[in-house]
């Protein structure tokens, strides 16, 4: 059963930093692309970025709100997607999902349930 | 910026069909923006619907349908049901960022 468990949300300043975790298991996580959409409270979705597989170099694509801001990494021993946010603006207060990609071109199918990152002083 | 513009909200009654479009802000969508849909229900993560303009998961009900229509990606739902209520979200491919709609309300009443 594919299974994808996000963590380490909270409550973080602005100009703050916090690191993201998404945790994935039911599948080879080294031969999937990633990615990191998420929705701030009682708005639409926002993508935010993509990392690529193994056999793409991990390479990774941003949007422009987060570009410079955000990186994504991957750990594949570990089976482990990560978002690392710094710079934090109160606009970035959203929940956070991490999902697994179908193909390099197409979207999304698995989803992980979110995790909220408020940024507020 | 690119703005992708979806009907903020839509109502059909059940039994109906309601057909939700997703236009691009710089022109036409053709099947190189890879358009997927998604379902949101209040509470919950989004559910992919359809990929690559046409391609349903495995856990897409028939009744959902995906196409091309007029120069937008459209999402087509035939024979509504009460649990098709929520909101629908498109998603297009820009040759590197993706970037959603901004998603329709569907009433189902």
């Known amino acids: 059963e594919v299974q994808l468990v996000e963590s380490g949300g909270g409550l973080v300043q602005p100009g703050g930093s916090l690191r993201l975790s998404c945790a994935v298991s039911g599948f080879s996580f080294s031969d999937h692309y990633m990615e990191w959409v998420r929705q701030a409270p009682g708005k639409g979705l926002e993508w935010v970025g993509r990392s690529r597989d193994k056999a793409s170099g991990y390479s990774t694509e941003y949007a422009a709100s987060v570009k410079g801001r955000f990186t994504i990494a991957r750990d594949d021993s570990m089976n482990s997607l990560y978002l690392q946010m710094n710079s934090l603006k109160t606009e970035d207060t959203a929940v956070y999902y991490c999902?697994?990609?179908?193909?390099?071109?197409?979207?999304?199918?698995?989803w992980g349930q979110g995790t909220l990152v408020t940024v507020s002083s | 910026q690119t703005v992708v513009t979806q009907e903020p909200s839509l109502t059909v009654s059940p039994g109906g069909t309601v057909t939700l479009t997703c236009a691009s802000s710089?022109?036409?969508?053709?099947?190189?923006?890879?358009p997927n849909w998604f379902q949101q229900k209040p509470g919950q993560a989004p559910r992919p619907l359809i990929y690559?303009?046409?391609n349903k998961h495995s856990w897409t009900p028939a009744r959902f349908s995906g196409s091309l229509l007029g120069g937008k990606a459209a999402l087509t739902l035939s024979g509504v049901q009460p649990e098709d209520e929520a909101d629908y979200y498109c998603?297009?491919?820009?040759?590197?960022?993706?970037?959603f709609g901004g998603g329709t309300k569907l009433t189902v009443l």
């Open positions: 998603l297009l491919y820009y040759s590197g960022p993706w970037v």
């Open positions: 999902a697994r990609i179908v193909g390099a071109t197409t979207g999304s199918d698995y």
């Open positions: 690559s303009t046409t």
């Open positions: 710089t022109g036409a969508v053709t099947s190189g923006y890879y």
